[in-house]
């Protein structure tokens, strides 16, 4: 099966694997952990496995703020792209507890929700919607390059007189 | 009034882009109809009972006479001939077809319109008194925070995915115009006794199926935390509103389940993380922004005494006088609203010729502005006094110059079941009847002041929860049905209607308003006792009684 995570542009091979609930620790690798199992594995886990973590809608990514400094990725699960909490959760975890990490979408993820997501914090998505990954892949591009708010994605810059505007990084003035 | 700047031009053309390719998209299958709905409505694109629907915003409710003009031209171009005002000051063009609709959007964006966020589960068009930065008893133009919230609102990337559409309404004025407290956010813009501007903050207001009256947060909340504290209450509603059941998604609910206290506590939590960051509104920025609404240079002889004469010699002026001028704040001025009820008509229905007719008069005499109220009228905010006679002829040959606003039949209704794929019964033509039924001119003003409302189902579009009439039809066994509520009013002193008792049929119901008018005429003191203070008074029993006998 082709890599289903995009990130920094292209589709790229994936060191991460998700664990349910009820599925065994491995000894060794690197696993995405539901947040209560997270939270119970984190002290205990062998040093060879590393842990990431994933946030449901309705997860408080308080909960993580003891562990941050050490993780290297977090996912945020879209069960149903019309469900705007994941949005919230990225921005908490970027700017109200400074997360630098990796920050993947995963879960019901499209092309039209990829610009948003990116300036809440996301860096990496999983991508399943076959659509969504042939634009991917094609380059195609749908965002609308000016934002009227400011917000977590790197590098965005002030525009013009307006506190709030911005403009992304890379954009030509 | 505002106008944009390259950045805004910049960001509405890349909007069009980027909707058109969605609609190609959309086309081509790449995206199913699920996957599509949210993003037509966030354009304003709905799929209605005949065919598909443009909403098209106008901010906070206030259009110069070119935009009017692209309006007209949009009704002939791709739609029937007319368009719909709307209560959220909006207009909606309802036989568009999708694949047009790009183009649409690019005609508009030649004169700084756009569609966006007039529908789906973000935050809506931002609106404001209609009588703003003229009426006499305004403290502040609310105007210019309106037009900030939009900004900020707009394509915001956190709130796109709400559970449920978001309103927010501001008003700079004593006497409420802009109905701020049935808002998700009602916002009631004032001075402290240094001069300082803030709003007194409003959350949970909404009509409806589950009908409330906003509650208050803050009495007055400084004027640069006005986007940080609206992220706040938008970043707990979209954490914490309710997802399970649409009907239950406002934040009304989420109010209402956790308790007003808890709610504000959450915010100021929220707020207090987030107060002193890049939301902060700096000065002169507000400055800058206030700066486009600047009121047009008055004339000091705005009033020559013609109109007093020529009223007293045209008994047809002087009721258009009496009803449809309110007063302004430069003496000499006056705000004309432009009836958008004509006796027997849709109410909220334009023609295009009607709306170039309106462009012509907002540009000779007006200042070149116009507003619509959430009433569904019109408005020239701006008017010499002596050019009143000339303006009211000007109407006349459009068939705009019902002298009926605030009056019985300046009724809002709903699209109904003439239009809307929810709606469960007629409001159009309940509406036209009752107009019929009041229309003569010397009874409508025994009447006096008197809101009557009419929705076709319960999500309440056409407010009938706060009328002081209030109507709303539903389905009975296949038959329409009309349940009628006294009482409402969403004004400073809101409140929502009582049911007053069994509902009536299609045949019946005019006649059931009628009856609830003269039992008001009997019983009220004087004939500046309105309909709603009667009410108020008495109570609901004598209306009962009048409809249902004292069985």
Known sequence: MAAQLYKDGGFVADDWRHLGDDDLLPEAGAVILPLARFLESVATAPASLKLAVLLRAADDPDALAPHLSRLELIAVDFAKFSDGRGYSTARLLCRRHGFDGELRAVGDVLLDQIPLMRRCGFTAFEIVHAPTRRALEAGHNVEVPLYLQPAERAGERPAGARAWARRPAASPV | ?551
């Not at chain 2, 259009?63 to 207009?91: E, P, S, W």
């Not at chain 2, 900020?152 to 004025?173: N, Q």
């Not at chain 2, 209450?233 to 308790?259: F, M, P, Q, S, W």
């Not at chain 2, 507000?286 to 010699?313: E, K, N, V």
């Open chain 2, 1 to 551: 009034m505002y106008r944009y700047d390259e950045f805004d031009t910049d960001f509405v053309s890349a909007r069009v882009e980027q909707f058109t390719d969605q609609v190609r998209r959309r086309l081509a299958g790449d995206l199913d109809e699920e996957q599509f709905k949210p993003l037509r409505l966030m354009n304003g694109v709905y799929l209605q009972l005949h065919a598909y629907m443009l909403r098209v915003a106008i901010p906070y409710g206030t259009l110069n006479g070119a935009q009017m003009r692209k309006l007209a031209y949009v009704a002939r171009t791709y739609d029937r001939g007319y368009g719909h005002f709307t209560t959220r000051q909006n207009i909606q063009f309802n036989w568009p077809r999708l694949k047009d609709i790009p183009a649409i959007l690019e005609e508009l964006a030649t004169v700084e319109m756009h569609a966006i966020q007039t529908s789906g589960n973000c935050i809506r068009n931002v609106t404001a008194d209609h009588f703003s930065a003229a009426a006499a008893d305004e403290i502040l133009d609310p105007r210019p925070y309106a037009e900030i919230l939009r900004q900020w609102s707009s394509l915001h990337p956190e709130f796109s995915f709400l559970p449920r559409k978001f309103k927010i309404a501001v008003t700079g004025a004593p006497h409420d115009r802009a109905a701020v407290q049935v808002h998700d956010i009602g916002l009631q813009a004032k001075r402290d006794a240094d001069g300082n501007v803030g709003f007194t903050v409003f959350v949970g207001g909404g009509l409806g199926r589950t009908p409330m009256i906003a509650r208050k947060v803050r009495d007055f909340l400084p004027e640069e935390d006005l986007l940080a504290y609206c992220e706040a209450i938008l970043r707990v509603y979209n954490r914490y509103g309710r997802r399970d059941n649409k009907y239950k998604a406002r934040i009304k609910i989420l109010v209402h389940e956790t308790g007003v206290e808890t709610l504000k506590a959450d915010i100021e939590r929220e707020f207090e993380e987030i107060r002193h960051g890049v939301l902060r509104l700096p000065q002169d920025e507000i400055d800058r922004i206030t700066d486009y609404f600047a009121a047009p240079p008055f004339d000091a002889d705005a009033d020559d005494g013609s109109l007093d004469r020529a009223s007293a010699a045209d008994p047809a002026l002087a009721a258009f006088v009496e009803r449809n001028l309110h007063a302004h704040k430069a003496p000499g001025y006056a705000s004309v609203t432009i009836s958008l009820k004509p006796i027997g008509k849709a109410p909220g229905d334009a023609t295009a010729d009607q709306m170039d007719a309106v462009a012509a008069l907002a540009e000779r005499y007006g200042h070149d502005e116009i507003r619509v109220s959430h009433e569904q009228n019109l408005v020239l905010p701006h008017v010499r006094k002596a050019d009143v006679p000339a303006i009211f002829e000007g109407l006349k040959a459009a068939g705009l110059a019902e002298a009926n606003a605030g009056l019985v039949t300046d009724i809002i209704a709903c699209p109904g079941m003439d239009f809307c794929a929810l709606a469960t019964a007629r409001s159009i033509p309940v509406a036209q009847r009752i107009s019929e039924r009041f229309g003569t001119p010397e009874r409508q003003r025994d009447i006096g002041d008197l809101k009557i409302k009419i929705s076709g189902c319960i999500n309440a579009c056409g407010h009938h929860h706060v009328g002081h009439i209030g109507i709303l039809g539903v389905e009975k066994k296949g038959e329409e049905y009309y349940q009628i509520t006294l009482g409402g009013s969403g004004d400073e002193n809101s409140s929502i209607g009582e049911i007053i008792g069994r509902g009536f049929s299609y045949d019946d119901v005019v006649d059931a308003v009628e009856t609830l008018v003269d039992t008001y005429i009997g019983l009220r003191e004087t004939p500046q006792e309105d309909f709603l203070a009667a009410y108020r008074r008495v109570g609901d029993a004598p209306f009962k009684e009048a409809l249902y006998g004292t069985a």
